[in-house]
T-cell receptor, first 115, second 114 residues
Framework: AQTVTQSQPEMSVQEAETVTLSCTYD???????LFWYKQPPSRQMILVIR??????QNATENRFSVNFQKAAKSFSLKISDSQLGDTAMYFC????????????FGGGTRVLVKP | EAGVAQSPRYKIIEKRQSVAFWCNPI?????LYWYQQILGQGPKLLIQ????????DSQLPKDRFSAERLKGVDSTLKIQPAKLEDSAVYLC????????????FGPGTRLTVT
């Protein structure tokens, strides 16, 4: 079974600075997807960024980028130029490549952006 | 485009009582998911529907939990009887089809069992 581990329960960052969240996963599969989801306080979970395992290039979405190290099974998220609206729980998630396979989530990292 | 709707948003019940949650996915989304999110943890999939058929219910405690999606649109998740450890947020999500990577989540129902 796949497992996803987020070792940082909570992180704080000053507004406009950069924060990096770590995620490791365990799988024997070669075809899979990795995701970072954001869950703001009392609001819906939304997808921040995704990475296909077959792509070597790291995904980027505006201020969010990932460092995908397939051999090390590591998938970190970097938030640049942090904004107050980035305050949220961030979940790393894994999905096997075959259709219909479920998302397996990590335990989450709480990010607090301070003004 | 309307998002995933869930009701109620909050529910407090006593142990051994029953409760039901409702989810209306995004229009046209064939795949619907129910997750349980215990405080301080990531969501855990309970059941996945493809139209009105069950794709995966391996982590659904079937002795007390049941779910249905009779017409392939709305879905209901029921707990009977509830236990203290069922206190959690129940999230509904939908996607266009199983192979589509993005799942859209609803606001969740926060259940407290006393």
């Amino acid at each position: 079974a796949q497992t996803v581990t987020q070792s940082q329960p909570e992180m704080s960052v000053q507004e406009a600075e950069t924060v990096t969240l770590s995620c490791t996963y365990d799988t024997s599969e070669n075809n899979y997807y990795l995701f970072w989801y954001k869950q703001p306080p009392s609001r819906q979970m939304i997808l921040v960024i995704r990475q296909e395992a077959y792509k070597q290039q790291n995904a980027t979405e505006n201020r969010f980028s990932v460092n995908f190290q397939k051999a090390a099974k590591s998938f970190s998220l970097k938030i640049s130029d942090s904004q107050l609206g980035d305050t949220a729980m961030y979940f790393c998630a894994f999905r096997q490549g075959a259709a219909g396979n479920k998302l397996t989530f990590g335990g989450g990292t709480r990010v607090l952006v301070k003004p | 485009e309307a998002g995933v709707a869930q009701s109620p948003r909050y529910k407090i019940i006593e142990k051994r009582q029953s409760v039901a949650f409702w989810c209306n996915p995004i229009s046209g989304h064939a795949t619907l998911y129910w997750y349980q999110q215990i405080l301080g943890q990531g969501p855990k999939l309970l059941i996945q529907f493809q139209n009105n058929g069950v794709v995966d219910d391996s982590q659904l405690p079937k002795d007390r939990f049941s779910a249905e999606r009779l017409k392939g649109v709305d879905s209901t998740l029921k707990i009977q009887p509830a236990k203290l450890e069922d206190s959690a947020v129940y999230l509904c999500a939908s996607s266009l089809h199983p192979a589509h990577y993005e799942q859209y989540f609803g606001p969740g129902t926060r259940l407290t069992v006393t």
